[in-house]
């Protein structure tokens, strides 16, 4: 257990739709970072974000957002999802920039 | 910009042999080098990182890799390979500093008895 807690584990929903999903990261973890895994494009670092602050941006749709709360918790906002939205997305966690980061379970998209 | 390359996508080795996965990195400066595995359904699991110092860096569950500059390769290494080291790696890099994290393309490793 990475102590890296990601819900929902899975989501089904159609195409055109908005979904939320939601990361604790571990406690005292100011970095939180999502990713997408796909079968098309991999691996892909998305957002971070540090201490509520967006920190660093990379392969992220304009469709999609997030954002990171007082408590540290963030959310990554998919909205006019489209099939090609549907992958694996990855939270990770570190205490600051340029260390360990600690990945959560993973939430499974499924766009139909 | 950095990039990572894992030239090999399936690997299978009998179970009790060695194992080498390859990967090379793009990258301006003396990068921040990552060995992650996914198990089937699971999250990514830090194995091993280099920073700086020693080159040959030991992880978790008896693998190691050597950063080489000159080749500007990070390979992961296992003297004697288990049934549950079945899984996916991935190399990744990131900026001095940083952990965004850029991927490769995995290595999924199949180990046969």
């Known amino acids: 257990d990475s102590g890296v807690t990601q819900t929902p584990k899975h989501l089904i929903t159609a195409t055109g739709q908005r979904v939320t999903l939601r990361c604790s990261p571990r406690s005292g973890d100011l970095s939180v970072y999502w990713y997408q895994q796909s079968l098309d494009q991999g691996l892909q670092f998305l957002i971070q974000?540090?201490?509520?602050?967006?920190?660093a941006k990379g392969n992220i749709l304009e469709r999609f957002s997030a954002q990171q709360f007082p408590d540290l918790h963030s959310e990554l906002n998919l909205s006019s999802l489209e099939l090609g939205d549907s992958a694996l997305y990855f939270c990770?966690?570190?205490?600051?920039?340029?260390?360990?980061?600690?990945f959560g379970q993973g939430t499974r998209l499924t766009v139909v | 910009a950095q990039s990572v390359t894992q030239p090999d996508i399936h690997i299978t080795v009998s179970e009790g042999a060695s194992l080498e996965l390859r990967c090379n990195y793009s990258y301006g400066a003396t990068p921040y080098l990552f060995w992650y595995v996914q198990s089937p359904g699971q999250g990514l699991q830090l194995l091993l990182k280099?920073?700086?110092?020693?080159?040959l860096v030991q992880g978790i569950k008896g693998f190691e890799a050597e950063f080489k500059r000159s080749q500007s390769s990070f390979n992961l290494r296992k003297p004697s390979v288990h049934w549950s080291d079945a899984a996916e790696y991935f190399c990744?890099?990131?900026?001095?500093?940083?952990?965004?994290?850029?991927f490769g393309t995995g290595t999924r490793l199949t180990v046969i008895p």
């Open positions: 974000y540090y201490n509520g602050e967006e920190r």
């Open positions: 280099y920073f700086s110092g020693d080159t």
């Open positions: 990770a966690s570190s205490v600051v920039g340029g260390g360990k980061a600690f």
């Open positions: 990744a890099v990131a900026e001095t500093g940083a952990n965004n994290l850029f």
